[in-house]
């Protein structure tokens, strides 16, 4: 399963309708239901991969050093399995910074996972797109931010706890698991 950070995990910072990442450690706040939901899958067996941009390191608006610590920070509270960091801006035009689906294949490729088996939860729409490309079943978590749109994502839900729901609940009825 892959998660995207800010407005998925942690609160993003709302400014004119614009999501943006916390710019301290202190503002990383985790949205509730989201320690619950990810215990829940991480006992049913799927692994948690967290796949982010942070172009404000690469434009000098933030420290790669936060950003790091607050990926220690969810590390420590055993809420991912790894994660993934572009640092990249548009303009470097790699293929790691969604919505090109880099990190999931490079996650796929170090795990094992299955990525036609495997889900993105965001609230973007480079994250659907970036999911859509690698191959997996799309949740988009809608804040109606004042963005472009995703583009036709699976599933639209309210918070990473109504995925998680979901997906535990068509996974029991299958009987299988997926990442």
């Not at 690469?58 to 969810?74: C, P, S, Y």
């Not at 801006?89 to 795990?111: F, H, N, S, V, Y």
């Not at 659907?128 to 472009?148: L, M, N, P, Q, S």
Request: proline fraction near 4%; hydrophobic fraction near 40%; include cysteine.
């Amino acid at each position: 399963m892959f998660l995207d950070r800010d407005g998925i995990i942690n609160r993003a910072v709302v400014r004119d309708g614009r999501p943006y990442p916390p710019a301290t450690l202190e503002e990383f706040d985790l949205l509730p239901g989201v320690e619950r939901a990810i215990h829940a899958l991480r006992k049913a067996g799927f692994l948690i991969v967290v796949v982010t941009n942070q172009p404000d390191v690469a434009t000098g608006v933030q420290r790669r050093e936060v950003v790091e610590a607050m990926h220690d920070k969810l590390r420590a509270a055993g809420l991912c399995d790894d994660i993934k960091v572009c640092y990249h801006t548009d303009a470097d035009g790699c293929d790691c910074r969604k919505p090109q689906p880099g990190m999931l294949i490079d996650a796929a490729r170090e795990w094992q996972i299955d990525l036609s088996r495997s889900f993105m939860v965001g609230d973007r729409w480079r994250d659907v797109a970036a999911g859509k490309a690698a191959g997996c079943y799309t949740f988009f978590i809608d804040y109606e931010y004042r963005e472009r749109r995703a583009e036709n994502p699976d599933a639209v839900v309210g918070s990473l706890e109504e995925a998680g729901r979901l997906i535990l609940q068509a996974t029991h009825t299958r009987g299988e698991l997926a990442s």
